[in-house]
């Protein structure tokens, strides 16, 4: 259980962070990008506390979800990247 709670928290910092960098940046795209992160990273917090890891998913919601959340943090990335 240690183990889970340090993956959330870390997860919940990171969000953090995120949320942080968007408050301190002007330019639209990177802030939008920030909070992009931070959303996955909210998003990713639940499924590791609940199941104790980031599993496969089994059900098409599930699918769907990972997925978003995916391409947020692939999307949020690229634009961090490209500014």
Known sequence: ???????????????????????????????????NLEQAWLELAPDIENSGRISPASTPTDTTAKRSIRRRVTAGSAMLLAN
């Open 1 to 35: 259980m240690a183990r889970t709670t340090n993956r959330t928290e870390y997860c919940r910092r990171q969000a953090a962070d995120c949320a942080s960098a968007a408050a301190a940046t002007k330019v639209d795209n990177v802030r939008e990008a920030y909070r």
